[in-house]
């Protein structure tokens, strides 16, 4: 049975986070480590956030059991900078890290994978006519390619359930592929990390219960980013039937509406003079939302959209990486663009939610801090 070597580990994943995921919901709830309501949030009650400790501890768990080290050497680096990159969104959790110090234990763990070698995008395999790249070209442009896709992971985590939902259908898309392909040792790292994500989204589908927080955020945008440059890089050794001529396209449709999402909000915040790491609530999850649909909703939305995106790059292999992904991004933005154009009926609900929240916000920030002088300047 081709399941037969990842079933088993999968289950153990599932089982894992399942049964963790409630214990972190109480003690977090003990301790007060919760994300409070605030002016750029969403949710309305204090909610645990760091759901990314059962996939840290089912994937590290399961990996540590299953793996053979002695045919994987490539997995002591992913581990170490797994662990990085958790601890980074642990720490940003618990305390608040500043955008600088986040981002430089991102590039930590990043540049450690890109030294090592084993996750590399050594070819452009055509795209603007370029093919193989020089080591520096390839060591450069694998460390941004891995920084974009686990901070389009980090913003894309903004409703109950998507970054998991998203997160589930890209590892089991790849999953697939490399069971197909042989490589069980990136089958079992998929597998386990869809069925860990799969536990938590029981917990986080709407009304969430808990959510993933940087700790999971990160961590799933690590996951992805190397599973889907292993999955481009390795295309030339994957027999004529499962080969796909256009890997690069296919890799960035799985992540096209994140990317194409964090693409907009730089450039918008840019062309504004604002600072791009700035937060507001421009996400096209926060457009959705502002249009009336329900979380569940903008999540099942979002999904099919990236859903069609990959199904565009294989039905369309024949027109090549260049076209292929320079004509996704565009569809892509004009889809942003046109769905932020859009007027619903229920459009003032999430507008009227969003200040009325921010009042209530303050007014909760002045009383708990005997502010009465502040108070008195709102009257």
Known sequence: MIMGPVLFPLCV???????????????????????F???????????????????????????????????????????????IIFFVGLKDDILFFSPAKKFAGQLLAVLLLAYQGYYQLNSFDGFL?????????????TTITMLVIINAFNLIDGVDGLAA?????????????????????????????????LAFLIYNWSPAKIFLGDTGSLSIGLINAVLVIHFIS?????SQDTDFSTAPAVGIALLIIPMADMLRLVITRLLHGSSPFEPDMQHFHHLLLGKGLTHKQVTLFILTLNTLFVVYAFSFQ??????????MFVIALIVLLV????????KSTFTQYSTEKEEIQTFTR???????????TLN
């Open 234 to 238: 390795t295309q030339s050794a994957i």
């Open 318 to 327: 024949h027109f090549g990486n260049t076209i292929l992904i320079i004509s």
């Open 13 to 35: 994943s599932f089982s894992i986070s399942f049964f963790m995921i409630p214990v972190i919901i109480k003690l977090t709830h003990k301790r007060q480590l919760l994300d």
């Open 129 to 141: 006519g370029i093919g193989m790249l020089s080591p520096a070209i390839s060591f450069l442009f």
């Open 339 to 346: 769905v932020n154009s859009i007027s619903f009926k229920s």
């Open 366 to 376: 002045i009383v708990s801090s005997d502010s009465f002088e502040e108070l008195n």
């Open 37 to 83: 309501p605030g002016i750029r949030k969403i949710h309305q009650i204090p909610t645990p956030s760091m759901g990314g400790i059962a996939l840290f501890a089912s994937l590290l768990i399961t990996l540590l059991l299953w793996v053979d080290f002695n045919n994987s050497p490539q997995i002591p680096g992913f581990l170490t900078a797994f662990t």
């Open 165 to 197: 939902t998203l997160g589930i259908s890209i590892t089991l898309f790849l999953g697939v592929q490399f069971l197909f392909q042989g490589d069980k040792t990136h089958a079992l790292i998929a597998f386990v990390s869809a069925a860990s994500l």
